[in-house]
């Protein structure tokens, strides 16, 4: 059983920065591709970042590109998020699928809890 832990969630100010980072407890991202996506409060899910397994290919979402990164390394992956609008506020998750598209927002099989992050204008 992969259980994936988010961290890094908190209330900043728009205009800030946050670091999230997921580890999967007991394992390594290894082959894996690995996404990030959002719930705000009243929301569905939304994809927000995704990288290959060897970290070569990333996708976002058009509504982050420029402001957020996401990296790895074998241990963790990470989403730096610049420029913080409160319109990011939202529950995020990483999730992580063996192999597929960066390109494909489904697949995904393994799910962290969440943390939340919050914008305050």
């Known amino acids: 059983q992969v259980q994936l832990v988010e961290s890094g969630g908190g209330l900043v100010q728009a205009g800030g920065s946050l670091r999230l980072s997921c580890a999967a407890s007991g394992r390594t991202f290894g082959r894996w591709t690995t996404g990030w996506f959002r719930q705000a409060p009243g929301k569905g899910r939304a994809f927000v970042a995704a990288?290959?397994?060897?970290?070569?290919t990333t996708s976002y979402a058009d509504s982050v590109k420029g402001r957020f990164t996401i990296s790895r390394d074998n241990a963790k992956i990470m989403l730096q998020m610049n420029s913080l609008k409160p319109e990011d506020t939202a529950v995020y998750y990483c999730?992580?699928?063996?192999?597929?598209?960066?390109?494909?927002?489904?697949?995904?099989?393994?799910w962290g809890q969440g943390t939340q992050v919050t914008v305050s204008s």
């Open positions: 990288i290959s397994n060897n970290g070569g």
């Open positions: 999730a992580t699928k063996d192999g597929g598209s960066v390109w494909s927002v489904g697949g995904y099989e393994y």
